[in-house]
């Protein structure tokens, strides 16, 4: 009969264990993070927050700045710091919509896992600059390819302007010069 007993309570004790650390991984605390953001629950976002960011939740609750939703990618997770890949998206799912990239950044405090807000802005930022100076270097980049082409099509043009403008002129002097040609040959005949 104890038997019966132990074993319902080690697999309760396990379970509950077991799902604690789930739900206070960096994923999960990421995850709950964006999400209060996108409630724009700021309340429950400081709950997830490092005490020392929290001001930094202003930059997020705004009109201009609020994400409708996110997705996380990529995680790197260490003993005291994890960084999980964030994209937010300024429309909701199903419109076109313009993606942030950034990293979530997390540390373990004595709460558990929170999101250093002020780092994570930071990364949102650095790279939204970064997207955008790759964007205006590619259209640059396009722009000079194009400039190139019409370049090399100008030229190619020109030289065959050139090349039928040299032979009118050679037909033209031909025509203007034969019988200096003709005199010539019948010299060279002669000789």
Same mark, same amino acid.
């Given at each position: 009969?104890?038997?019966?007993?132990?074993?319902?309570?080690?697999?309760?004790?396990?379970?509950?264990?077991?799902? *604690?650390? !789930?739900? +206070?991984?960096?994923?999960?605390?990421? &995850?709950?993070?964006? =999400?209060? @953001?996108?409630?724009?629950?700021?309340?429950?976002?400081?709950?997830?927050?490092?005490?020392?960011?929290?001001?930094?939740?202003?930059?997020?609750?705004?009109?201009?700045?609020?994400?409708?939703?996110?997705?996380?990618?990529?995680?790197?997770?260490?003993?005291?710091?994890?960084?999980?890949?964030?994209?937010?998206?300024?429309?909701?799912?199903?419109?076109?919509?313009?993606?942030?990239?950034?990293?979530?950044?997390?540390?373990?405090?004595?709460? *558990?896992? !929170?999101? +250093?807000?002020?780092?994570?802005?930071? &990364?949102?930022?650095? =790279?939204? @600059?970064?997207?955008?100076?790759?964007?205006?270097?590619?259209?640059?980049?396009?722009?000079?390819?194009?400039?190139?082409?019409?370049?090399?099509?100008?030229?190619?043009?020109?030289?065959?302007?050139?090349?039928?403008?040299?032979?009118?002129?050679?037909?033209?002097?031909?025509?203007?010069?034969?019988?200096?040609?003709?005199?010539?040959?019948?010299?060279?005949?002669?000789?």
């Amino acid at each position: 009969m104890k038997k019966h007993l132990i074993l319902p309570f080690f697999l309760l004790i396990f379970s509950l264990f077991g799902c *604690g650390s !789930r739900a +206070d991984s960096p994923e999960a605390v990421a &995850s709950n993070f964006w =999400q209060a @953001v996108i409630a724009k629950d700021m309340e429950k976002a400081k709950s997830f927050a490092t005490w020392d960011t929290v001001e930094y939740l202003k930059y997020l609750n705004t009109n201009k700045t609020h994400p409708e939703r996110f997705d996380l990618g990529e995680k790197m997770i260490g003993e005291k710091n994890a960084e999980i890949a964030v994209t937010l998206y300024t429309k909701a799912e199903g419109q076109q919509s313009v993606r942030i990239p950034g990293k979530t950044v997390l540390v373990k405090t004595e709460q *558990g896992w !929170r999101v +250093d807000v002020k780092n994570s802005l930071g &990364s949102v930022v650095k =790279q939204t @600059v970064n997207n955008v100076f790759d964007q205006l270097n590619n259209m640059l980049q396009k722009g000079v390819n194009e400039l190139d082409k019409s370049f090399a099509k100008s030229m190619d043009e020109l030289g065959k302007n050139l090349e039928e403008s040299a032979k009118e002129l050679k037909q033209e002097l031909d025509k203007a010069i034969p019988n200096s040609s003709g005199t010539e040959n019948s010299r060279a005949q002669e000789i």
